[in-house]
C-alpha cells in the first residue's frame, strides 16, 4: 500500500470516528475528498509542521469549510497537532469546530465555510506572493455546489487578468450539494470548459485516482502565466460502500452501528 493509500485510508478513518462521536455533519463531503487531501499533505505541499507560519510554505484554503474533520485527519497525521486531539473535533471548548477554523489550530490558514469566499482569498494570497516574488504556490479546495456563487466566478475572472499561475483550483465534483444533486439543483456543465473559457488551465481528473491526481498536481503551473483548474470527479461518501453516491450522508452522522460497519468496510475491525 503505497503512502498516499495509507494516508487516505486513515483520513477517512478519523472522519468515521470524529463524526460519530460528535454528531457532526458532513461525513460525504469529508469523504469525497481524502484522496485529493492525501495526495496533497502526503506530497505536494510544501509544508513544515514544525513550522507551520513559515514564510516560504504553500497555502492551502479548504473553502467548502464543511468537510474541515477530513483537513484535521490531514493536519493530525501530518504532525501540525497531536492525533488524539481529533478526539475533541465539535466539542465544546475544542480549536476543531464544525466548520474549519484557523485559530488555535496549526496549519489552516484561514477560517472558512461561508460558501464562494475562499477562492478570493486564496486569489488575494497568490496575489501577494507574486508582487513579493515569493516562492509559494496557493491551493484552493472548492465544493461543486459552492460554483452556484457568484463570487466564485468574479474570483475566476481576476485570476487570470492578474497571471496568478501560483494560484490552483481544485473542484471536488461529486454532484451531490446539500438538497439535491448538482445537475438537479443548477447544472455546472460543461464546468471544465467554463473555467476555461475564463482564462484558467482546465483539466479532468478521477480525484480518487491516486496516481492521476500526482502526476497533474506535480506539473502544476500547467501553462505558465495562467491559474490552474483540476475539475476532480468524486464520489460523495467514497470509501463506504453504503453512504457512496447517496445524498442522506451530506447531514447525517454515522451511528455508532454505521460507525461499525464503515470501518470494518477499510478493514478496521475495531
Known amino acids: 500500500m503505497s503512502r498516499y493509500e495509507v494516508l487516505a485510508?486513515?483520513?477517512?478513518?478519523?472522519?468515521?470516528?470524529?463524526?460519530?462521536?460528535?454528531?457532526?455533519?458532513?461525513?460525504?463531503?469529508?469523504?469525497?475528498?481524502?484522496?485529493?487531501?492525501?495526495?496533497?499533505y502526503g506530497g505536494i505541499l510544501r509544508v513544515d509542521p514544525a513550522r507551520p507560519?513559515?514564510?516560504e510554505r504553500d497555502r492551502f484554503i479548504l473553502s467548502k469549510g464543511h468537510g474541515c474533520a477530513g483537513l484535521y485527519a490531514a493536519l493530525a497525521?501530518?504532525?501540525?497537532?497531536p492525533v488524539a486531539v481529533l478526539e475533541t473535533f465539535y466539542q465544546d471548548g475544542s480549536p476543531l469546530v464544525?466548520?474549519?477554523?484557523?485559530?488555535?489550530?496549526?496549519?489552516?490558514?484561514?477560517?472558512?465555510?461561508?460558501?464562494?469566499?475562499?477562492?478570493?482569498?486564496?486569489?488575494?494570497?497568490?496575489?501577494?506572493?507574486?508582487?513579493?516574488?515569493?516562492?509559494?504556490?496557493?491551493?484552493?479546495?472548492?465544493?461543486?455546489?459552492?460554483?452556484?456563487e457568484g463570487s466564485i466566478w468574479e474570483a475566476a475572472l481576476f485570476a487570470p487578468h492578474h497571471g496568478l499561475d501560483n494560484l490552483v483550483v481544485i473542484v471536488d465534483y461529486n454532484k451531490i450539494q446539500s438538497l439535491g444533486t448538482v445537475k438537479e439543483v443548477l447544472d455546472l456543465e460543461p464546468l471544465a470548459a467554463k473555467w476555461g473559457a475564463f482564462g484558467w488551465?482546465?483539466?479532468?481528473?478521477?480525484?480518487?485516482d491516486l496516481a492521476e491526481i500526482e502526476i497533474v498536481l506535480s506539473r502544476v503551473p500547467l501553462e505558465p502565466g495562467r491559474p490552474t483548474c483540476v475539475v476532480a470527479h468524486t464520489v460523495k461518501g467514497k470509501g463506504v460502500d453504503f453512504m457512496e453516491d447517496r445524498l442522506l450522508w451530506h447531514y447525517r452522522s454515522p451511528s455508532d452501528e454505521d460507525l461499525g460497519r464503515a470501518l470494518a468496510g477499510l478493514g478496521d475491525n475495531e
Not at 485510508?9 to 492525501?38: C, E, P, Q, W, Y
Not at 497525521?77 to 497537532?81: D, H, K, N, Q, V
Open 201 to 208: 488551465t482546465a483539466v479532468e481528473i478521477d480525484g480518487h
Open 9 to 40: 485510508r486513515n483520513i477517512r478513518r478519523h472522519v468515521l470516528r470524529m463524526t460519530n462521536r460528535s454528531k457532526a455533519a458532513h461525513v460525504g463531503s469529508s469523504l469525497s475528498v481524502a484522496d485529493v487531501l492525501a495526495v496533497l
Open 98 to 148: 464544525g466548520h474549519i477554523t484557523h485559530g488555535g489550530v496549526p496549519g489552516v490558514e484561514v477560517s472558512t465555510g461561508s460558501l464562494g469566499h475562499g477562492l478570493s482569498i486564496a486569489c488575494g494570497m497568490a496575489l501577494v506572493g507574486k508582487r513579493d516574488r515569493r516562492s509559494y504556490r496557493v491551493f484552493a479546495v472548492l465544493s461543486d455546489g459552492e460554483c452556484d
Open 53 to 55: 507560519e513559515w514564510p
Open 77 to 81: 497525521e501530518r504532525g501540525f497537532f
